[in-house]
């Protein structure tokens, strides 16, 4: 079966602009997870998505935000864009997103860059 | 709380000896460890998973890990390293119902010819 797609694979935008990145779980998936992955910072939790509602949020701030649809997808939005949020950013997709149940699988990644 | 500690940011190892990585854990309910790998320009690929059944988990590749609570250590190893390992690896922790993981450093582990 198809694993998690994630899309665009690389973007460029200016600071102060605002972008919007997809993930397509595996189908059956409800849960859906973003990452942001840096150098510095490595891989930080940004929120987690289950049946449309968000049910955790990591410590970024309110410019980092999500969604997901009815068909489990989930679109991360970024607005006022800072060098800082150069980062690769992942999504992950479980079943039920209780770890002791299911597990968690990646997709590759979009490469977000600030100029 | 939860927290992981990978000890050794780079390991290097020649081709067909052991590969040990270190983790150190610390959470607050009985955790769920997990290590990924990560290959240049890929996603994270599980390796293997430990969730209170056996305390030695075999995962694919050969790779293998032992959950020590009384160590609050995690640590993965292989017994001969293949140039196909070179990649990040990453330990992993999850706790109770707090639905997200929290990722080690990494450890860069490089094979030698």
């Known amino acids: 079966k198809a694993g998690v797609t994630q899309t665009p694979r690389y973007l460029i935008k200016t600071r102060g602009q605002q972008v919007t990145l997809s993930c397509s779980p595996i189908?059956?998936?409800?849960?859906v997870s973003w990452y942001q992955q840096t150098p510095g910072q490595g891989l930080q939790f940004l929120f987690e998505?289950?049946?449309?509602?968000?049910?955790n949020k990591g410590n970024f701030p309110g410019r980092f935000s999500g969604r997901q649809f009815s068909n489990s997808r989930s679109e991360m939005n970024v607005s006022t864009l800072e060098l800082g949020d150069s980062a690769l950013y992942l999504c992950a997709s479980s079943l039920s997103g209780e770890s002791l149940l299911s597990e968690a699988f990646f997709g590759q990644g979009t490469r977000l860059t600030v100029v | 709380a939860q927290s992981v500690t990978q000890l050794d940011s780079h390991v290097s190892v020649s081709e067909g000896t052991p590969v040990l990585l270190r983790c150190n854990y610390s959470s607050s309910y009985s955790p769920s460890l997990f290590w990924y790998v990560q290959h240049p320009n890929k996603g994270l690929q599980l390796l293997l998973k430990y969730t209170s059944a056996a305390t030695l988990v075999k995962g694919i590749n050969g790779f293998e890990a032992e959950f020590k609570k009384s160590e609050t250590s995690f640590h993965l190893t292989k017994p001969s390293a293949h140039m196909s390992d070179a990649a990040e690896y990453f330990c992993v922790v999850s706790s109770g119902s707090a639905r997200q993981l929290t990722f080690g450093s990494g450890t860069q582990l490089t094979v030698l010819p």
């Open positions: 998505y289950f049946s449309e509602t968000q049910r």
């Open positions: 189908s059956g998936h409800r849960s």
